[in-house]
């Protein structure tokens, strides 16, 4: 079977489905709004960290060109910042993780993909653009949820629990703080800072423009003390933003703000800050066109998720090689073929988002316990920490309060 695959959007999942595609002689064109060259003049996309699984897949695919110890960290602290003393303790990943700048990363793997005879559409699709593109193709793939395209899959209500954001963003990449070192000592990590009542942040040593930097990823609940970061203005005033973020830092997440060298804190540069509300929402995954056309989801079309857990780009590339292994496989691009798409990447994704949805909540008595059980007992937070390579895992383990106590009465009798 001759195939033709459309594919919209060149972020993750996009580009990771067009380069698997191209490894196994399948005809891909991406088509984006966005030139590669136009990515080191942009805002700041995110703040993404890959995990080992992901890394693994961009090894498979030729395009891991951050292969590197300085880049890479091995764990994660947690601190909560309880008002009768603060709480830190670690897990540790079984292989690292890395976070790179996706103005950097993004290019890379456009230019790995037209290097390697891919082609790329530079074009801005608009709604009466939709029925000639999805008649250009045996299947569309939708990875971008702008325009007409991300409109078209319909919202699942029964795995989108809320209607508004649950966290107001202020995500910026700084100089002047310290995440360890990959030479001895104290290894690299991230720390998932958790100030009660105020919301969470999640420290992230990423490459950058100008080597490493350190992402705050501030998650912020609204009407908490934090809530105003999402707004406040860096431009206005720049230096009264850096002392409001360190005023910030101070009171709610002082594990961090003691690794901060107060002369060099700030913005790396006035582009490298990201703010927002991002709304919770799974769709629908195919629709289908006449003439047995389909259009598929992908990625953040297909679900998106707060980035309190760090699981929307992971859930990306793992969607994109069973989307692209289906796609390999198939004899015909039917609904018979979506349900089968359906079946191989629904658990891990929809296991991500409900983990998501469930950590953006106050903790149970059962969630409680596991915290404090994670303190004391290292191999159950290693375990957990572990697990953000397997969304599907840890949810098996916290999908109710009665699972939870059972995980945890588990690690007590190893233990004992």
């Known amino acids: ?104 990363y993004l290019p890379a793997l456009m230019k790995d993909f037209e290097d390697r005879g891919g082609r790329i559409e530079y074009v801005s699709i608009q709604d009466d653009d939709v029925p000639a593109l999805v008649s250009r193709f045996d299947l569309t793939v939708v990875s971008t949820g702008k325009g007409a395209l991300g409109r078209m899959f319909e919202h699942r209500p029964e795995m989108s629990p809320y209607s508004q954001p649950q966290r107001l963003l202020c995500v910026g990449l700084y100089d002047g703080v310290d995440h360890g070192s990959p030479d001895g000592g104290d290894p690299r990590g991230v720390t998932l800072s958790v100030s009660p009542g105020h919301g969470e942040m999640i ?68 582009l490298d800050l990201l703010q927002g509300a991002v709304v919770p929402t799974v769709r629908k995954s195919a629709v289908a066109f006449d003439g047995d056309r389909f259009a598929i989801a992908l990625g953040d079309v297909h679900a998106v998720v707060d980035p309190l857990m760090g699981q929307g780009a992971n859930m990306a590339s793992f969607a994109a090689f069973e989307l692209g292994n289906a796609i390999v496989d198939a004899v015909a691009f039917d609904a018979r073929f979506v349900e089968a798409v359906d079946r191989a990447r629904e658990n891990r994704v929809l296991a991500a988002s409900c983990w998501t949805n469930l950590m953006l909540r106050p903790p149970s008595e059962a969630m409680g316990r596991l915290i404090f059980s994670m303190a004391q007992d290292r191999a159950l937070c290693d375990e957990f920490t572990d697990n953000f390579n397997y969304p599907e895992r840890q949810w098996d383990r916290l999908a109710s309060d009665r699972r939870i106590h059972a995980w945890i009465d588990e690690r007590s009798r190893i233990a004992a």
């Open 203 to 270: 420290v992230i040593p990423t490459l950058s423009f100008g080597g490493m930097k350190t992402a705050l990823l501030m998650e912020n609940i609204p009407g908490g003390d934090m809530a105003g970061l999402a707004s406040l203005n860096h431009d206005a005033d720049p230096a009264a933003f850096r002392q409001t973020i360190l005023d910030k830092l101070e009171r709610h997440h002082p594990h961090t703000y003691d690794r901060v060298d107060t002369h060099r804190f700030g913005l790396a540069q006035p």
């Open 1 to 104: 079977m001759d195939k033709s695959i459309g594919i919209v959007g060149a972020g993750i999942g996009g580009l990771h489905l067009a380069l698997y595609l191209q490894q196994h002689g399948i005809d891909a064109t991406v088509l984006t709004d966005r030139a590669p060259e136009q990515y080191a003049a942009s805002r700041l996309m995110n703040t993404v960290a890959h995990h080992a699984v992901t890394i693994a897949r961009e090894d498979e695919l030729g395009v891991n060109h951050w292969d590197d110890p300085a880049v890479i960290y091995h764990h994660h602290d947690h601190f909560f910042n309880f008002p009768d003393g603060g709480l830190l303790f670690r897990g540790a990943f079984e292989r690292p993780s890395r976070a790179v700048d996706y103005r950097l």
